[in-house]
């Protein structure tokens, strides 16, 4: 099972460019920032893009009911991510989920020579991701909901006659008190958000049993090792108590590879 490494965008630039470094050299297959509200995630990851050569660049997501597939293609090249390393992840909230990504992927694959990532958590988003992705990301779900998930996007890429698409899971990693204050207050918001609270609701779990929340560095690899043979990729998408340099390295240095 692959690694990634995910921060949040609105982090200083400075932190996402040692991160980045820090996980291509330990061997991490992917580098990821969020888009969030009106932070701008492919310009947060293009100081990463700079800063490596080699490690994929992942975006997750981009919400289109938010931001149409024109003004997507429009930012990627005015950014100058690396196409062949970039995983453009895109999503989309209800009414007209379904509708709106089927469009927007298709759309984006006639623009943009890159792999494009569908954001799912329900069964229909799932089995869509199925046929149409280049691979599907996972969020705030159990292992044991993964597997189930994965079966949902087999099925979808099986009704089209096509092979699975890679699957990634965010999992939300912190370590010490101070994070796991952080973590609690981020499943919160999370939960009393009415499509995160079915999620958690059908899936059975609170956020903060989707995540790995630790005391100590050399915990979280007997913590992550839940995961194996559950998705393709794991994602760590980092807590941190304060957001220093310090604690981030940490988290990349805790999980590596």
């Known amino acids: 099972m692959r690694r990634g490494f995910a921060l949040f965008a609105g982090?200083?630039?400075e932190i996402i460019r040692a991160?980045?470094?820090e996980a291509e050299a330990l061997?991490?297959?992917?580098?990821?920032?969020?888009?969030p509200g009106s932070i701008d995630g492919l310009a947060a990851l293009a100081p990463a893009a700079r800063e490596?050569?080699?490690?994929?660049?992942?975006?997750?997501?981009?919400?289109?009911?938010?931001?149409?597939?024109?003004s997507i293609e429009e930012g990627v090249r005015a950014h100058t991510l690396p196409l062949l390393r970039l995983l453009l992840g895109v999503g989309s909230a209800n009414p007209g989920a379904l509708e709106r990504v089927r469009e927007g992927v298709a759309a984006l694959r006639a623009a943009v020579p890159t792999r494009l990532i569908v954001a799912a958590l329900g069964p229909q988003m799932s089995r869509l991701a199925g046929e149409i992705g280049d691979g599907v990301l996972f969020n705030w779900l159990t292992p044991d909901h993964a597997r189930r998930s994965a079966e949902w996007v087999r099925a979808g890429a099986a009704a089209v006659g096509r092979q699975p698409p890679a699957?990634?899971?965010?999992?939300?990693?912190?370590?010490?008190?101070?994070?796991?204050d952080r973590l609690a207050e981020e499943g919160a918001r999370y939960a009393n958000i009415p499509v995160y609270a079915g999620h958690f609701a059908r899936m059975g779990a609170r956020p903060v049993e989707t995540a790995i929340a630790v005391q100590t560095?050399?915990?979280?690899?007997?913590?992550?090792?839940?995961?194996?043979?559950a998705v393709d990729?794991?994602?760590?998408?980092?807590i941190t108590g304060n957001e220093t340099l310090d604690e981030y390295l940490t988290l990349v240095?805790?999980?590596?590879?």
Do not use: C, M
């Open 11 to 13: 982090v200083a630039p």
């Open 19 to 21: 991160s980045a470094r």
């Open 27 to 35: 061997g991490y297959s992917s580098f990821w920032v969020n888009h």
């Open 52 to 70: 490596t050569g080699r490690i994929e660049l992942g975006i997750g997501v981009i919400p289109l009911q938010t931001r149409g597939p024109k």
């Open 167 to 180: 699957l990634f899971a965010y999992v939300r990693i912190a370590i010490g008190p101070a994070a796991g």
């Open 217 to 229: 560095p050399d915990a979280v690899l007997p913590a992550l090792s839940k995961w194996d043979e």
């Open 233 to 238: 990729e794991v994602v760590l998408r980092a």
């Open 253 to 257: 240095r805790a999980a590596r590879p």
